[in-house]
């Protein structure tokens, strides 16, 4: 199975506007790690946003 190429970009963006980490880190990245990156990145903004 591939992974779909508009998702990956969709985390990697999001993880580099919230993290300022580069292309290449992010790539290196399983998808499994991206994914949980993305999900802590949101329950970070979630905590702020409820603050």
Partial sequence: MT???DR???????IAYH???GQ???L???HADRIRWVQEIAR???RI???
């Fill in 28 to 30: 290196d990245l399983t």
């Fill in 8 to 14: 990956l970009y969709e985390e990697a963006a999001y």
């Fill in 19 to 21: 993290f300022h980490w």
């Fill in 49 to 51: 946003n409820d603050g």
């Fill in 24 to 26: 290449d880190q992010i």
């Fill in 3 to 5: 992974y779909a190429a």
């Fill in 44 to 46: 970070i903004n979630t």
